[in-house]
């Protein structure tokens, strides 16, 4: 009796390392047999990546980085600024279901956009888009792409079009000045013509759209119309 209570015991435990090893071989097999393609990688950016999308506008990188900015928003796309021409979008849900093995670890199929604007010259830029993707099938990616998606790049010159960026900072009718450290634009403007108030139409004279929004700029151009007499501050050349 007590032989076969040890046999019992040694088969029930030989049994449940069967069913381990079966039920990790059946999650292996299913994977293979999901037939989910491999995703595209960009060795700049790592795997799960499409391929850059790319486009060329006339005007400067400040310029066509607010203008990228300004679309997303209107798109309700939340996004993390990385540095003064690159972003992240936050990661969102795909709208295709996981696959079998997806499923079985709990992962739903995401994706986000990785922006950056590139200086071509003084007065253009060229604007890259990649898509990363978490759990989508190769086939799928093409869908997630930013111009079908979003016909972001349409989206920018239409905006562009309706509200001309300024091209930069004008050197002409005014005076260039740089900002002292931890000044804003606000600032600028009561050293400069004594009224912070005028930091709006600053803003607008160099493409900008908060006070905060100089501080990657090696000048800014306030208009002679602005200005205090004399002038006030350490202006650059005219």
């Known amino acids: 009796m007590v032989f076969l209570t040890v046999v019992m015991r040694a088969v029930r435990t030989a049994f449940r390392q069967f069913l381990k090893v079966a039920i990790a071989a ?21 795997p799960g990546t499409a391929e850059g999308e790319q486009h060329d506008v006339p005007y400067t ?11 997303l928003r209107g798109e309700g796309i939340l996004f993390e600024v990385k540095t003064g021409t ?4 936050l990661w969102k849900d795909a709208d295709v279901g996981p696959g079998v093995l997806g499923s079985l670890v709990g992962r739903h199929p995401e994706y986000r956009y990785e922006i950056e604007v590139v200086p071509q010259s003084a007065t253009s830029s060229r ?5 990363r993707t978490e759990d989508i099938a190769e086939a799928d990616i093409p869908k997630y792409e930013a111009g079908p998606r979003l016909n972001l790049f ?6 562009a079009a309706k509200f001309p960026p300024s091209g930069g900072t004008p050197k002409e009718g005014g005076v260039n000045y740089a900002l002292l450290p931890d000044e804003d634009l606000k600032g600028l403007a009561k050293r400069a013509t004594g009224n912070e108030d005028n930091w709006r139409q600053i803003a607008q004279d160099n493409g900008l759209k ?15 119309t ?3 007499a004399p002038a006030k501050g350490f202006p650059g050349d005219n």
Do not use: M, Y
């Open 26 to 46: 059946s999650i292996v097999l299913l994977a293979a047999c999901n037939n989910v393609a491999p995703l595209v990688g960009n060795p700049a950016r790592g």
């Open 61 to 71: 990188a400040n310029d066509a980085f607010l203008l990228t900015q300004d679309v």
């Open 86 to 89: 690159d972003l992240v979008t």
């Open 127 to 131: 604007i890259v888009v990649n898509v």
């Open 154 to 159: 349409g989206k920018i010159d239409e905006l």
């Open 210 to 224: 908060s006070p905060t929004d100089g501080g990657n700029l090696p000048s800014i151009w306030i208009r002679n």
């Open 226 to 228: 602005l200005l205090s």
